[in-house]
């Protein structure tokens, strides 16, 4: 078997057809039902994304009709739980659409994926009925959240945050700025994370999480930010003056905010580094279509070393990526705290995507710089991978803590 494997031929035609990497076996054999997904997600890409990506990416429109086909086809919010009538599925699941959604394009998918990072801390925190005013409206029609944590004065560092809510009554009234808020001048809600406590209050009692619908006077999104890459995300800063909030909007209990804030992320980023993957995909496949096709030297390009061993590397790093995604995943999904293998993959996948990019522009040449040409499009999207979602860096801090705490 193993050897039949490795001398089938390698056929253009097929990797034009299927996604390469994502149809091999790996030792986490995907359900019969996530192949379906699997195989649903890739033909939504391949039949309303990829088309429409550069129009989004030239015009920095939103995609809306894109997030309603997949609202309409069941690939939108589908982590929310059965009993607020999602379908109910696992982060792993969430991880096999998102990388087949991010092939078409990460900027598309970065706005899909937003209502996930703003709808998990409610469902790992809120109590019964926040999530049913606030994600059962995700499910009933297709509109988008976002996840308001960062200020201009507090990116990495989330204890720094200065939003402020004060208790009067039975309400909250906050006051502050968001900025970087992916979906935020499109989101009909916000998880919004606000300090209730006092100066001297450690971290982890010194914030609350509201959920807060975007229709409360006070609130004003900011404009569009005109980014690098992933120009189909809205991202925009978010302005709360005297909003009012009532206390039945908190997420999680009063004083614990920053601990459901950062306990989303062990779910959110697994998410994001799958998007990495297909982004690095993308970026091998054109790389090797493009290869087999241009010759110099009276040969294909794909028979120098130099092209082959590049393309060879691009593989290696997308399969070891997708198997640390996949890692993470399961232990979320078991109920294992995935920490540390969700900051590792994380990390390797953004890296990988990044130089996957960087790799497929210079074996395209100077047509890989060049619009005309798919690959500096995801040459530009790759970069944000090691920003949002906590910082290449963050992620490497939060690893060798880890490391720290398995040797006390």
């Avoid at 015009?59 to 929310?80: D, Q, R, S």
């Avoid at 297709?142 to 939003?163: F, M, N, W």
């Avoid at 004003?220 to 189909?232: I, L």
């Avoid at 522009?361 to 710089?369: A, D, K, L, S, W």
Wanted: net charge neutral; glycine share 8%.
């Amino acid at each position: 078997m193993l050897r039949s494997t490795l001398t089938r031929p390698f056929r253009s035609s097929i990797l034009a057809k299927r996604g390469f990497s994502s149809t091999r076996r790996t030792f986490f054999d995907l359900t019969t039902e996530q192949r379906q997904f699997q195989d649903l997600a890739r033909s939504f890409a391949a039949e309303h994304i990829t088309p429409a990506a550069a129009h989004h990416d030239q015009t920095g429109e939103y995609p809306w009709t894109i997030l309603k086909e997949a609202h309409k086809v069941g690939l939108l919010n589908t982590h929310i739980p059965s009993e607020y009538g999602g379908a109910g599925l696992g982060v792993l699941d969430g991880a096999v659409i998102g990388e087949e959604l991010s092939y078409g394009c990460t900027g598309i998918n970065t706005a899909l994926e937003a209502n996930t990072l703003a709808a998990a801390p409610l469902v790992i925190a809120a109590n019964d009925d926040v999530k049913k005013r606030f994600l059962t409206r995700l499910v009933e029609e297709p509109i988008a959240a976002a996840y308001c944590v960062t200020e201009p004065g507090a990116g990495s560092d989330v204890s720094a945050a200065k939003t402020r809510a004060e208790k009067q009554g039975d309400k909250y009234v906050i006051n502050g700025q968001k900025m970087w808020i992916t979906n935020g001048g499109v989101a009909s809600w916000y998880f919004v994370l606000a300090r209730t406590g006092s100066p001297s209050d450690p971290p982890g009692r010194a914030f609350t999480a509201f959920a807060v619908d975007a229709s409360t006077p006070g609130i004003t999104p900011g404009r569009k930010e005109n980014n690098m890459g992933q120009r189909a995300s809205n991202t925009c800063g978010i302005t709360f003056e005297d909003v009012v909030v009532p206390a039945t909007n908190i997420v999680g209990e009063e004083g614990a905010g920053f601990k459901v804030a950062m306990g989303a992320f062990d779910c959110t980023r697994p998410l994001f580094a799958s998007g990495a993957v297909g982004l690095a995909r993308r970026a091998m496949e054109e790389s090797t279509k493009y290869a087999l096709e241009r010759k110099t030297m009276g040969k294909h390009i794909f028979d120098h070393q130099a092209v082959s061993f590049m393309i060879a590397d691009m593989a290696i790093g997308i399969e070891a990526s997708r198997l640390l995604v996949y890692q993470a995943c399961q232990q979320a999904d078991q109920g294992i705290r995935n920490t540390y293998f969700a900051s590792i993959a994380k990390a390797l996948a953004s890296d990988v995507a990044n130089k996957c990019a960087s790799d497929a522009v210079q074996i395209f040449g100077g047509n890989g710089y060049n619009s005309e040409y798919p690959v500096e499009k995801l040459m530009r999207d790759a970069k944000i991978f090691m920003i949002y979602e906590g910082t290449s860096q963050i992620q490497r801090l939060i690893i060798s803590r880890c490391i720290k705490d398995m040797f006390k």
